[in-house]
């Protein structure tokens, strides 16, 4: 039995219930998964103003904390933190490595960057494939004991240690079928412990605060047992199991993956003890012949705008202050795309006044717009915080940003002329 722990589960995710999994969990390897469209959108964005940049900001903050501790217990990390630029990542875990005095191998896989590949490269930034767990594999195989990726398949982070542990061939449908489906299930940590789940009154999870992060027990075979640590937060009963294995998953029975397509229709969950559950039914057949490519075009600014009102009359002065900001951007022949106009906690969400059934006790006004032009964009933000003076009585808390945005589509590509390498760093 390999023991794999869920070490964060997005960009942003917390750090300590990661530590307290190496230093409590006797894992045997730890996955970081920290990539999803959006981030790595970003980190393009990043690495196009600096080209040693497209990372994960967190990773120096995570290797500081969780490097060492790692290597004196023999747990080895996967993690696809290296998100538009995997080769700096590594060197950035191997200085990490030489700052603690520990030795590390570091393997960065590469390759998952197709942008030149594809046939019609106009405007595209980049372009990344979803890479199956084979390189990463490979890595292990070859002595890593960091190994950090670009985009690759999620569940595929998880399922590549088991692969490397117990030698299986890349169709091993069964035992695949197993490990894959843990992965599916731990991909978003403290989701699986009961994290976005908890609905007080009708759904109540103990401990939030301190949330612990799942773990999966997978053994040679490919059957798996989840759970979590032993005084912590949270909960893994078939409830928070049943709600992750529909996370994101189209087609139950052909959740597709680089590394298999699954069939999810018979899973069932047991429960062992507490906050351990054994997961059966799992299946799975070959993977299409192509690969999923997240594609990101240049799709100029947002500029955006908020400020806040409060008290009696607070949603018709936010109404007069939209009506304000509304008629001089409409009204001054400047090249805006889209313009968006909310009121949050009154329509923000649910469009529409209807939704208003009491008066507020506060409100904040959000204008945005989207312009090819930075200039329009800044001016965007400049009529909110115009109101100061220019608007109705008590705007407060005024604020402005212009963020570059890129689009994202996606296609596929054929599979076999995608070739994923590793650059090795030593400290």
């Known amino acids: 039995m390999i023991r794999l722990g869920a070490g964060a589960g997005f960009a942003d995710d917390r750090i300590d219930p990661a530590v307290d999994l190496v230093e409590r969990g006797a894992l045997d390897f730890l996955v970081l998964e920290c990539l999803a469209e959006r981030t790595i ?41 290296g998100a538009a630029n995997p080769l700096s990542a590594a060197r950035l875990v191997a200085a990490v490595a030489r700052e603690a005095g520990v030795p590390v191998r570091v393997a960065a896989v590469m390759g998952d960057d197709v942008t030149g590949l594809l046939p019609d490269r106009s ?33 595929s982070l998880f399922a590549a240690p ?22 599916h299930l731990l991909e978003c940590a403290g989701q699986l412990t009961g994290g976005y789940f908890a609905d007080p009154g009708f759904v109540d999870v103990p401990g939030l605060a301190e949330l612990g992060f799942p773990y ?7 059957g798996v ?10 909960v893994i009963d078939a409830r928070t199991c049943t709600q992750q294995l529909l996370y994101e998953v189209h087609d139950p029975s052909a959740y597709i993956t680089p590394d298999a397509t699954l069939d999810l229709t018979e899973v069932s969950f ?15 057949v070959a993977p299409p012949t192509t690969l999923k490519v997240t594609v990101a075009t240049w799709a100029g600014y947002v ?7 409060a008290g009696p009359g607070c949603l018709a002065r936010a109404d007069l202050a939209v009506d304000i ?53 800044e001016r965007v933000g400049r009529e909110v915080t115009g109101l100061w003076t220019n608007g109705p009585a008590g705007g407060g808390g005024a604020r402005r940003t212009v963020s570059e945005q890129l689009a994202l589509r996606s296609e596929a590509i054929d599979r076999n002329i995608v070739a994923p390498w590793i650059e090795w760093v030593e400290a």
């Open 41 to 81: 959108a970003l980190r393009q964005i990043e690495r196009l103003h600096d080209a040693d940049a497209g990372f994960d900001p967190w990773l120096r903050e995570r290797m500081t904390a969780l490097l060492a501790p790692c290597l004196a217990r023999g747990v080895r990390i996967v993690t696809n933190a």
């Open 123 to 155: 405007a595209v930034v980049s372009a990344n494939a979803y890479l199956g767990g084979g390189a990463i594999v490979d890595a292990l195989d070859r002595g890593a004991h960091v190994v950090v990726t670009g985009r690759v398949a999620d569940a």
């Open 162 to 183: 088991a692969r490397h542990a117990y030698h299986w061939g890349a169709d091993d449908w069964p035992a695949l079928a197993g490990a894959l489906t843990a992965g």
């Open 216 to 222: 999966a027990d997978i053994d040679e075979t490919g």
């Open 225 to 234: 047992v989840v759970g979590k640590l032993p005084g912590t937060g949270g």
């Open 270 to 284: 047991a429960p062992l003890d507490a906050d351990r559950v054994r997961v059966d039914g799992c299946a799975a």
């Open 303 to 309: 500029g955006e705008g908020e400020i806040s009102f």
């Open 325 to 377: 900001v509304e008629k001089r951007l409409r009204g001054s022949g400047l090249p805006i795309d889209e313009l968006r106009c909310e009121r949050i906690g009154v329509d923000a969400v649910f469009r529409g006044r209807s939704a208003v059934r009491t008066e507020p006790a506060e409100v904040r006004v959000r204008v945005s717009a989207r312009t090819p032009d930075r200039w329009v964009a």
